[in-house]
């Protein structure tokens, strides 16, 4: 039974792993820096991200100091 539940805790830590993979431009510093901001107020958006950036630039005064900082620095 132990055995089991490691394998199956297993399985779902490499596919986790996989799906981070998969969409590497969602573990950008961009994407990081803004991840919770996006996730409050910009959810019915995602994924497309050119929704998602335009909703955040609406959104900027609201947003974390970081993620203001990183759309400031990538010219947004």
Do not use: H
Request: hydrophobic share 40%.
């Amino acid at each position: 039974m132990v055995r089991s539940i490691s394998v199956l805790f297993a399985l779902i830590m490499m596919s986790g792993a996989a799906l981070a993979q998969a969409n590497p431009e969602e573990n950008t510093p961009e994407a990081r820096a803004c991840r919770g901001d996006a996730n409050r107020f910009c959810k019915a958006d995602m994924p497309d991200q050119f929704k998602v950036g335009s909703c955040l630039q609406a959104n900027r005064e609201k947003l974390s100091r970081t993620c203001k900082e990183m759309l400031t620095k990538n010219g947004m």
